[in-house]
């Protein structure tokens, strides 16, 4: 039997799992499941749409910023206590979220429930480095990649069904009992690792956590302020060209602390961490892209309801998480690189069907079968990559080398929300008029002009699905009648083109994601070059 790289006092390394992925799964789940509750909390606050856009972006701010100098803390104190800490933070402010009063207060316990996920979600891949011998790592890492395959699916469909039943306030409640389940079995089967003392580098937290704060807040509100001016002087690129400014500063510092910094500069050196490290943001990046356009297109020209339309993608979801730990046993047994080369030539190939399938009236099981196959692709990339991102790390960098990758996954999803919404938006206005002037064709020659004049300005305004004609008063019943039906057809045209044109975007990501898989070096799992430096089995205090 293959010995585990600490002593765990007679008990498997599959142990640890448990907890872990309970925790990893409400993190996952938290990030999308408050998207179909959006229209319920406008409702029951009487906000604003951009107030309760909010509710989201104030947890996956926190979230994202903070990963670096979580990561860190996990080598510093060790991962067992900094996951507990995150967890209890978690489930406290689950509570919290579910008792909101007011939207203000609903946005600020999101933000520390962002906080008690960054908390958690690098000791998971640390302990799994630290505690899996490399030649069961990957299934390890197929077990973990399979949570975020299914918890992809999870937050829609189970916040759809918690708001139509009992109500918003559960879909943060039912984090409690669960965040109760996972810190008994935290304090029964996660091991106290060693720890490496070394002085925490204040001047990297800063750096790190103004950087990325500024760098992630631009690009995800950018389309709020209409990427112009958020108050007084202030815009939007000049936060974002701070964010880098900021962030390169914070680089050039770290090359200057060495080993003691926040994020050793050495853990780069390894092809495949840094490799890994592109491909994860650029996979994050396509699921982001993905979901944003192709949801609005199922519920705003297929006029699903929100909870059938989180259903299309249940299948691949599901699909998904029973290949994940295949894909990472396997990638045990042959080089990962080629694991993950085929997942993201996979997902490149799903997505490109799908964009030829985004069309109006389209029947919807011919969106399924793309997804299915989108859901195989997620299998066979996450575990692998993880997998690939960790190999090269040795005990003392774990926790660092986790907290940069997840880092770059959360920048990449960033960037691919902000890319994804300005592609969008910019190919309305070009699909909007182009749709209206093929619609209008079949209309009274004296309202075409205005017909196509009203799409053209509404789209240059930021037209959506909704529409972008008004009838004008005094019209013939008939005509106005035509008038509507040709508005319908414009905008279900323009925005199934729009959508298609940039589910496109995310194709190309992807390749680059499948080049990066194509470079890393292919050694064989469990060899010293793919594992690390060799370290003697670490004692651990009994949990």
Known sequence: MTQPLVDLRGRSPWSVLPPLCLGFFMIMVDTTIVNIAVPTLQ??????????????????????????????????????????????????????????????????????QGVGGALMTPQTMAMITRVFPPQQRGAAMGVWGSVAGVATITGPVLGGLLVETVGWEWIFYVNVPVGAVALWLSFRQLPVLPT??????????VLSVVGLTLLVFGLQEGEAYDWGTIVGPV??????????????????????????????????????FSLANVAGAAVTFAMTGIFFPFTLYLQQVLGLSPLHAALVGLPGSLLSGVIAP???????????????????ATLAVAIGILATQVQPG?????LVLPMVLFGVGTGLVFSPLASLATS????????????????????GGVIGSAVVVATLTSRLAATMPAAAQDAAAGLPEQVRGPFVEGFR???SAGLGAGGGFDVPAGVPADVAEQLRAAARTAVDAGFAS?????????????????????????????????AGPAAPAEQVAAP
């Open 392 to 411: 090269g790390l040795d005990q003392r960098t774990a926790g660092a080398g986790a907290g940069a990758f997840n880092t770059t996954r959360q920048v």
């Open 43 to 112: 409702d029951a606050f009487g906000a604003s749409l951009v107030t309760v856009g909010w509710v989201n972006s104030a947890y996956l701010l926190t979230f994202a910023v903070l990963l670096l100098v979580t990561g860190r803390l996990g080598d510093r104190f060790g991962p067992r206590p900094v996951f507990v800490t995150g967890l209890v933070i978690f489930t406290l402010a689950s509570l919290a979220c579910g008792l909101s009063g007011s939207v203000g207060w609903l946005i600020a316990a999101r933000a520390v």
């Open 326 to 344: 295949f894909a990472g046993r396997l990638s045990d047994r042959v080089p990962g690189k080629w694991v993950a080369f085929s997942g993201f």
């Open 235 to 272: 815009t939007v690129w000049g936060v974002v060209g701070a964010g880098v400014l900021v962030s390169g500063a914070f680089l050039l510092w770290q090359r200057h602390r060495g080993d003691d910094a926040l994020l050793p500069l050495r853990l780069f050196v390894h092809r495949n």
């Open 457 to 459: 300005q509404a789209a």
């Open 362 to 366: 389209v029947a919807v099981w011919r």
């Open 196 to 205: 490496h003392a070394r002085s925490l580098d204040g001047v990297g937290v």
């Open 498 to 530: 729009a959508a298609a044109q940039t589910l496109a975007v995310t194709v190309g990501v992807l390749v680059l994601g499948a080049l990066c898989a194509l470079a890393m070096r292919a050694h064989r799992p469990g060899t010293p070059a793919a």
